[in-house]
T-cell receptor, first 117, second 112 residues
Framework: DSGVTQTPKHLITATGQRVTLRCSPR?????VYWYQQSLDQGLQFLIQ???????AKGNILERFSAQQFPDLHSELNLSSLELGDSALYFC????????????????FGAGSRLTVL | DAKTTQPPSMDCAEGRAANLPCNHS???????VYWYRQIHSQGPQYIIHGLKNNETNEMASLIITEDRKSSTLILPHATLRDTAVYYC?????????????FGSGTRLLVRP
């Protein structure tokens, strides 16, 4: 158990629907990262939050949005789902206490597998 | 942003050392090299990181060349459970972001 909790583990839905994926970071970690991994594809960085604020954005579609709540858990919202959105969605967290902190190790959750039919 | 180049696949015999190379010729002075691995569809697992000096932990050793343009991850006694995709990553520095950009990685197959 990495300490990063993602729910649900599996989700099957239909095209056009909307889903919410949830992530609870490791205790004490302030940063949350979301990644997407399609079948046999690499990990694509989507977005990062630090202590409730958006800090970095990757190739995240406009149909996707995320937020980090005061208790530091994060949600990734995926709307108007398409077949191509079927993927594993990973959340990671890190302490990231300072820009001068040097190394910053990400701890990943087990992922949420989304299947769009 | 520094990029990394890794061979797409490698194999080694169980019990032997696995040496996974990574080229990062455009790395800048304050960028760390990180290694992660992903076993099947599990979440990526942190292995080790380094800046200039060689590093060792319970999982692996990291050898960084003096010019920092390349590194090698060494799994001293590979087991079947080490079969995975191994990612060499140079941390991207943003305004206040420590995001890691994953490449294609090296698919390591440990043979019995």
């Amino acid at each position: 158990d990495s300490g990063v909790t993602q729910t649900p583990k599996h989700l099957i839905t239909a095209t056009g629907q909307r889903v919410t994926l949830r992530c609870s970071p490791r205790s004490g970690d302030l940063s949350v990262y979301w990644y997407q991994q399609s079948l046999d594809q690499g990990l694509q960085f989507l977005i990062q939050y630090y202590n409730g604020e958006e800090r970095a954005k990757g190739n995240i579609l406009e149909r996707f949005s995320a937020q980090q709540f005061p208790d530091l858990h994060s949600e990734l919202n995926l709307s108007s789902l398409e077949l191509g959105d079927s993927a594993l969605y990973f959340c990671a967290s890190s302490a990231q206490t300072s820009l001068l902190a040097g190394a910053n190790v990400l701890t990943f959750g087990a992922g949420s597998r989304l299947t769009v039919l | 942003d520094a990029k990394t180049t890794q061979p797409p696949s490698m194999d080694c015999a169980e019990g032997r050392a696995a040496n996974l190379p990574c080229n990062h010729s455009t790395i800048s002075g304050n960028e760390y090299v990180y290694w992660y691995r992903q076993i099947h569809s599990q979440g990526p697992q942190y292995i080790i990181h380094g800046l200039k000096n060689n590093e060792t932990n319970e999982m692996a050793s990291l050898i960084i060349t003096e010019d920092r343009k390349s590194s090698t991850l060494i799994l001293p006694h590979a087991t079947l459970r080490d079969t995975a995709v191994y990612y060499c990553i140079v941390r991207v520095n943003g305004d206040s972001s420590y995001k890691l950009i994953f490449g294609s990685g090296t698919r390591l197959l440990v043979r019995p």
